[in-house]
């Protein structure tokens, strides 16, 4: 029986040491949440970006440097500000220029930093007097619109007008050696698509383009007629363009194979007459051989192969 009286009197001690504990923790609590409301004064750092980038300017890529910044506000605020370096966002349009450069003003920083926290903490001090900001005069450039790789179209079909941009040319931004060396927008085309109908589409310039540069507009309208072709074969007469007066020519052979893509609304009027196949004498007398190539053929038809495409000619 003394034995559980011992044990009764333990288990009865080791309550009261735990409401003690519980009591000191809430006690601890209360108090620490009555300091942590109250108003105080520390320094945070703050880390700036920048937004509402202008056309006219480029940025040069730094290291992000902390501004440190005397704040007053309740100590549960200024406590998650101290642990979570907040970034704060620069608008360009605050921005301001003289002879040293871009630069924002203390008035400006401030501002920014008491609308990021929404007025709930308040600046007490900045030493700094302004922010020079890596930012410089950006060199803009007008380049015409063209395509990065052929676009793919399924058998049968070709296209049967030049492809078009609207706009054909974009105004480009940003440092001058980067903007100098540029020559052509260029457009993606639509990936794993075979056509089969007019091109009609918005195309966008390359990654590339679109994260070294600013751009007027990065997308472009293309537009492009296709047709559904057929195959044909025609043996063609070898003409001499623009003989010498008094000096006949032969060349050998004297007719070409040629095979053509031809629309297919246009396959049943192809006539032999509506084309020319010829050749032009050379200025000098050392080649022997002459280029094939028409002169005359109906519009939107395709040479695929002129063969022979190289004759031999003699003066008789």
């Not at 709930?120 to 900001?133: E, H, P």
């Not at 619109?145 to 070709?158: H, K, W």
């Not at 990654?207 to 540069?213: F, K």
């Amino acid at each position: 029986m003394s034995l559980l009286s011992g044990l009764f009197k333990r288990i009865g001690s080791l309550k009261q040491l735990r409401l003690i504990v519980i009591f000191f923790l809430i006690s601890l609590f209360v108090w620490l949440s009555s300091k942590m409301s109250e108003v105080h004064t520390a320094k945070v750092d703050i880390y700036f970006d920048y937004s509402d980038e202008t056309f006219e300017t480029y940025r040069v890529v730094e290291p992000a440097q902390a501004v440190e910044f005397i704040i007053t506000g309740t100590g549960f605020r200024l406590l998650f500000a101290r642990l979570f370096t907040p970034i704060v966002y620069l608008s360009m349009t605050d921005i301001q220029m003289d002879d040293n450069g871009f630069y924002f003003s203390k008035l400006v920083l401030i501002s920014a930093v008491e609308s990021h926290f929404r007025n709930v903490l308040r600046v007490n001090q900045l030493m700094l007097d302004r922010l020079d900001a890596p930012f410089f005069t950006a060199s803009i450039k007008k380049i015409p619109v063209r395509l990065q790789q052929d676009f793919v179209l399924a058998d049968g079909y070709a296209w049967s007008s030049e492809l078009n941009f609207i706009p054909d040319s974009l105004y480009v931004s940003g440092s001058p050696e980067k903007v100098d060396s540029l020559e052509y927008a260029f457009v993606v085309t639509p990936i794993n698509k075979e056509f089969t109908t007019s091109l009609d589409e918005k195309l966008s310039l390359t990654p590339d383009l679109q994260s070294n540069y600013k751009w007027s507009e990065t997308l472009v309208y293309a537009t492009q007629k296709i047709s559904r072709y057929t195959q044909i074969e025609l043996r063609l007469p070898i003409e001499v363009l623009d003989p010498i007066e008094n000096i006949d020519v032969s060349v050998i052979p004297a007719f070409a194979q040629v095979s053509l893509r031809v629309p297919v609304q246009q396959a049943r009027q192809i006539d032999h007459s509506q084309f020319l196949l010829g050749c032009r004498l050379p200025s000098d007398t050392i080649s022997e051989f002459l280029n094939v190539r028409f002169e005359r053929i109906p519009d939107n038809i395709v040479v695929n192969e002129i063969t022979p495409s190289q004759v031999r000619y003699f003066i008789n």
